[in-house]
């Protein structure tokens, strides 16, 4: 938040593919867009036009930007037309990003997967993420809250079903803490949030894990939107305040700003 710590973690030395709050896909068509430790390169390429940027003198910002998801032979499999909408900062340092994302299958079928749960072939607990990720900086007395409460990744690692997230930690001395709500037009809701919490390593992670009950695949031409709204925050948020987010997210934030600028 605005005059607070830092509440991202980008490229730590455990996972250097992690970039504090980032969006990736984990495999397309069988390659693996995320990381690829062996080689220190992607299977899969991310390409992308310069960035647009709509700075307004209270603080806030549209950013654009067009994205490709191309495989070795060239070919753009997936491609990402990106809106975040930064809101200005409130009187307490807070704001939100309404993050819209409208991807568009190429010329053939796109399949969209992660690694395997517990409970696959070949399942193992660490499976299930893709999309939207924050990797947050070592922090003491983490916590996770929802609508419903505080709540806990089992056995510090794995899915939580929920409307809304909040994670939160003393960061430099001070309680920060970052929410997400999804749209309810999201594909699987209510969300299944991909999270872990392990402060005997330290790991602070979490994920709206779009694809964590199973693949998806899009068909040629076929559209898939996802909106998510961030709250970046000082203090801790609890049910109520998740709830109240909640009522606040509109369905469709960021696609009313296509006719904009």
Excluded: C
Excluded at 129 to 151: F, H
């Amino acid at each position: 938040p605005a005059g607070g710590p830092l509440l991202t973690w980008d490229a730590p030395p455990d996972h250097i593919w992690h970039h504090g709050l980032w969006f990736s896909w984990k495999f397309l068509n069988g390659l693996n867009y995320w990381e690829s430790p062996e080689s220190g390169l992607n299977e899969g390429l991310t390409e992308w036009d310069p960035p647009e940027f709509t700075p307004r003198d209270d603080g806030s910002a549209t950013i654009r930007v067009a994205i490709r998801y191309v495989d070795p032979a060239g070919v753009t499999v997936l491609t990402e037309d990106r809106v975040i909408a930064v809101a200005a900062p409130d009187r307490l340092g807070g704001y939100t990003l309404d993050w819209h994302a409208a991807f568009t299958a190429g010329a053939h079928e796109v399949a969209l997967d992660r690694t395997p749960i517990l409970g696959e072939p070949d399942g193992v607990v660490w499976g299930g993420y893709a999309g939207l990720s924050l990797r947050m900086p070592n922090m003491a007395d983490p916590r996770i809250t929802t609508e419903a409460g505080p709540a806990a990744a089992p056995n510090g690692m794995g899915p939580i079903e929920a409307e809304a997230l909040d994670y939160s930690g003393v960061v430099e001395g001070r309680r920060a803490g970052v929410a997400m709500t999804a749209s309810p037009e999201h594909p699987v809701y209510p969300v299944t949030w991909y999270a872990i919490q392990q402060p005997e390593v330290p790991f602070y992670f979490f994920s709206p894990a779009l694809l964590y009950r199973g693949p998806m695949r899009l068909a040629s031409g076929e559209r898939l939107e996802l909106d998510y709204r961030i709250h970046v925050h000082h203090e801790a948020w609890d049910a109520d305040a998740l709830r109240a987010a909640l009522g606040a997210h509109s369905r469709r934030p960021g696609s009313e700003l296509s006719a904009e600028e």
